[in-house]
């Protein structure tokens, strides 16, 4: 079995300045490319320990990719420790001292001849050039291929993507796969899924399932090994219909979309209009609704009435609803969906109040309880949550529990 | 000088399913704290693999940490891993096993011997108890320091912080720190940073200086090493003044406040409230407003104007400004300012509308065309802006730049 290693370097890393994405983003990809990987590395801009780690790594493996190090300045030491490890001289390369020139033209930058270390690459390397960034390069060296890459994600993802995957599957050809599905669920605990996938014979045997808190959802991978990706599809289909007839509307979807994007799709398919009332999620629904391209085709818009005034003057909750039962109460989260629903003529209104902590809590209402509202044409729902966590937990779990409120009610 | 590493284990992160936030969080403190880590690795959950890659460590390194693999699942090897590359046997610690045999008790699981297995750590190893969730242990091997540590983030750092950290700070007792400072800048390019950096004479020596874009703010990271934190600190706020007079109001502020936590503090030292209109932001101003504890007292609410009825009926913008200058202009975005001000009797109203994208674009007014609105008592400011990117990274710029725009008003 071919086998490789993600190597990174850098000191920002290594000091703990800088979270490294490039490692996730190649492993992921090469995972779902039927490529394994077995090992991580990142050590600092230091030439000596960068050359004894790839030293290493051309010693037990077939495959390796590293990133950082490559740039112009004196930090930028994987180069010549690349050279060292190889046992390659560096070489001016010839097309990447033609396009330095003219850059440095272009800004009437005179040439002097230390310009030309900028295009040395290993003898024998095949320079990875995405065009008007910065470059990779390329080396087989015995029986060991190596992939060196920008540090900037933009730039490692650009040239990952474009040469490095299509070059390696070309070259190892895998003959099995992984496929790897990521299911969505909101209003299910991680031990109620799991009972559930205890209880399913479909689960106990050749599927790999994977629990992964996603705050406030929760996300179940399920993995299948295979030679052919329409079978192993298709398996996956039905477990995720199995799993769909067990937690029914906990299930978000089976693909990638999000809970803004579900809800659009369901008003759109509808025909239907929404506005939403916001207390104390600030504007957090609405921003999250408008995230969807071409939302502004069903949704009309908001009030974020934080104020008791703004409830009574935008929304019309009533003076004595506001004295009598509190700005936190079923009676004001009703009266606010209807007012918002009545004062953009929408088909939905969606509304939320609550107390999102840290102060403001009580006895009878501790932090964390919220209400919330939707009105439509058949008058107004209510829920009442008691929420916990801090500040921005309860907001994030409010705007979720009202989306998911109005994709239920759409669905029905 | 004593230099460590950091190991992580689990199958879910070598295939990319997860990221790991372990290390980069492990690293960061140990950075802080003084203590030099040379190396991370991450392998998957395979014991021999795990057994190779501790003994190495344990070769070079004077302490490691090891996150991952301790739970009571058969993916979980890091523990016989752990024996065997420590050569010591496993025994049954009795404090854990009380605690497990209550666990069960509590939840009426009968008793059988195999829950034992639950129990073990290495023989002369110090149980890692933060009671009530997933323990670790501490083994100090020869000269080697070794700690190992659940995965789950929040256990992980628990432990870390409460007792990994103190302990090898205790023991190791650096004798010089480095301390760094990470200042956030907004409304000027990491290329003009760079111009100022290399002029000013106190940043050419002595300083480590890094650039990370933070979209879409940019940080800077200033860096020193020595003996006193006093004296360190000092200098960081001379780099910092020398900083502040070249770039104004650019740089957000010496500490870790967010912006909006800055235009809290302005609001609330002035007195004032404030309201905002939203278009294309559709209720972000007013999430990240509200993100802020006690925002309530300042921030009176806002109005979600996604249709132009809204902006008409809610904010009193006049159907023929509406018709002739559109939606989007500077005539809409200085009356929305005033009619949300009027609307909530705030100090100032803060307005946006524009154009977030993908479509609703024209010559004349392209995707990324927006206008900012501030009203207060001598009247209305408006500003204009192109910006580039897709629908949420105009939607952040949008939001960003009208929060900076009412913090440099504030603080005139």
Known sequence: MMQGEIIATGTELITGQVADCNTHYAA???????????RFTTVG?????????????????QFIIITGGLGPTEDDVTLPAAALALDRRLVVHDGLLDRI??????????????????????????????????????????????YFLPGVPQEMRSLFDGFVLPNLVAWAQPEE??????????????????GVICRRPEFQQGVTVGYYPH?????LSLTLRGKDRAVLNASLDRLTAALGAEVGE????????????????????GGLTVAVAESCTGGLIGDRLTNVPGSSDYFLGGVVSYSNE?????????????????????????????????????????????IAGPSGGSPAKPVGTVYIGLADTEGEDVWHYQFYGNRTEIKTLTAQTALDRLRRKLKT
């Open 28 to 38: 992921r990809r090469l995972f779902e490319a039927g490529l394994e990987v077995a």
């Open 310 to 354: 703004a409830k009574h003057d935008l929304l019309k909750v009533p003076p004595e609803v506001l004295a009598q039962k509190g700005a936190v109460s079923p009676e004001t989260a009703g009266d606010m969906a209807r007012g918002v629903r009545e004062v953009f003529h929408a088909d939905i209104g969606l509304a939320v109040t609550g």
């Open 250 to 269: 906990a299930l978000l979807g089976p693909e990638e979309a999000t809970l803004e994007e579900l809800v659009g799709r369901l008003l759109r398919t």
């Open 45 to 61: 801009d230091k030439g000596p320990l960068i050359r004894e780690v790839l030293e290493q790594a051309m010693s037990r493996s």
């Open 101 to 146: 020139k003219r850059c440095l033209g272009a800004r009437q930058i005179p040439w002097e001849e230390r310009y030309a270390g900028l295009a040395l690459i290993p003898e024998g390397a095949q320079l990875l050039d995405p065009g008007g960034m910065a470059c990779g390069f390329a080396v087989k060296h015995e029986e060991v291929r190596l």
């Open 215 to 219: 705050f406030p959802e929760t996300h």
């Open 177 to 194: 796969y992984w496929v790897r599905r990521t299911l969505r669920l909101f209003g299910i605990s991680e031990g109620q899924l799991q």
